[in-house]
Nanobody, 123 residues
Framework: QVQLVESGGGLVQAGGSLRLSCAAS????????MGWFRQAPGKEREFVTA????????FYADSVKGRFTIARSNAKNTLYLQMNSLKPEDTAVYYC????????????????WGQGTQVTVSS
């Protein structure tokens, strides 16, 4: 059974940092696109960042560029999201996703999802 399990969310003050992890099990995703999406209350799920498989390119939403960094460890089958200079508007449930995702900014393109982890940034 394929599972993606996020961890690392929490409450942080504006300007602070958090590191999210997404541990995959059941299969390896080294050749697949893996990414992070987020969803704030009352809003649609939005693209944050993604990484193509096999050492391919990374992509970021404009709202997080320069502050967030995606990384992946194929050895650990784990995806990471380092979030720095956090702002209150970053508050959301963050989801890890994986799949072929030709159009990686669209959440419908991903076959596998984690359960989400809450990130709350206080002002």
């Amino acid at each position: 059974q394929v599972q993606l399990v996020e961890s690392g969310g929490g409450l942080v003050q504006a300007g602070g940092s958090l590191r999210l992890s997404c541990a995959a099990s059941g299969r390896t995703f080294s050749s697949d696109t893996m990414g992070w999406f987020r969803q704030a209350p009352g809003k649609e799920r939005e693209f944050v960042t993604a990484s193509r498989g096999n050492g391919g390119s990374t992509f970021y939403a404009d709202s997080v560029k320069g502050r967030f960094t995606i990384a992946r460890s194929n050895a650990k089958n784990t995806l990471y999201l380092q979030m720095n200079s956090l702002k209150p508007e970053d508050t959301a449930v963050y989801y890890c996703a994986a799949g072929k995702a030709d159009r990686l900014r669209f959440w419908e393109q991903y076959e596998y999802w984690g359960q989400g982890t809450q990130v709350t940034v206080s002002s």
